[in-house]
Nanobody, 124 residues
Framework: VQLQASGGGLVQAGGSLRLSCAAS????????MGWFRQAPGKEREFVAV????????SYGNSVKGRFTISRDNAKTTVYLQMDSLTPEDTAVYYC??????????????????WGPGTQVTVSS
């Protein structure tokens, strides 16, 4: 499975961005997907995850209420709508995936597939 994220960039505080991540390669028809992020000098941080059906989502405390994760299974694509961005959201955002039905995880080690990351920079 190959993951490719897009949609990162530079935005002012209070603005919005929408990240997309497309899964390709081996048919990825039933898997959990999500996002992590890593800011300079910090550990990788859980952002959001979504189950295969889309019925189960989970968010990190720092983004809850501002970010929304969704997916389009026909396109094996996951999205991250980021609103009310702050400079503290500046990081490289990584898309993740795993063949799993009905379960997700907020831990880094659980996810075997990682995209190369896309930079999000929020200016004050």
């Amino acid at each position: 499975v190959q993951l490719q994220a897009s949609g990162g960039g530079l935005v002012q505080a209070g603005g919005s961005l929408r990240l997309s991540c497309a899964a390709s390669g081996r048919a990825f028809s039933n898997g959990a997907m999500g996002w992590f992020r890593q800011a300079p000098g910090k550990e990788r941080e859980f952002v959001a995850v979504i189950s295969f059906s889309g019925g189960r989502t989970s968010y990190g405390n720092s983004v809850k209420g501002r970010f929304t994760i969704s997916r389009d299974n026909a396109k094996t694509t996951v999205y991250l709508q980021m609103d009310s961005l702050t400079p503290e959201d500046t990081a490289v955002y990584y898309c993740v995936a795993k063949y799993a039905v009905g379960v997700t995880s907020t831990t880094v080690a659980w996810w075997p597939y990682w995209g190369p990351g896309t930079q999000v920079t929020v200016s004050s």
